[in-house]
């Protein structure tokens, strides 16, 4: 059974950055596509960015393109999203998945982590 635990939110102001961390662990995961999803409150969880398992292709949600960057370590079973210029409405719970299947990147992953919560203030 894969696990991913996410870490690395929190509460920030406009403008700054943040590395959110997903360890994981229990699977082959160096062979998934991550992504990185987030949930608003009162909105549903959308696509944030993924990676295929070799890092070479990316995919960003157009709200984030040019200022997020997603990146993985599958020697250390881990993925990152680097956060930068973060707006308010930014504001969410990240949480990180993992997807077994080569197909849409945007949609059915597999494995769901429990969330961080990052908050930006303005």
């Known amino acids: 059974q894969v696990q991913l635990v996410e870490s690395g939110g929190g509460l920030v102001q406009a403008g700054v950055s943040l590395r959110l961390s997903c360890a994981a662990s229990?699977?082959?995961?160096?062979?998934?596509?991550m992504g990185w999803f987030r949930q608003a409150p009162g909105k549903e969880r959308e696509f944030v960015a993924a990676i295929r398992w070799s890092g070479a292709s990316t995919n960003y949600a157009d709200s984030v393109k040019g200022r997020f960057t997603i990146s993985r370590d599958n020697a250390k079973n881990t993925v990152y999203l680097q956060m930068n210029s973060l707006k308010p409405e930014d504001t969410a719970t990240y949480y990180c998945?993992?997807?077994?299947?080569?197909?849409?990147?945007?949609?059915?992953?597999?494995?769901w982590g429990q969330g961080t919560q990052v908050t930006v203030s303005s």
């Open positions: 998945a993992a997807k077994t299947t080569l197909s849409d990147v945007r949609v059915r992953y597999d494995y």
């Open positions: 229990g699977g082959t995961v160096s062979r998934y596509t």
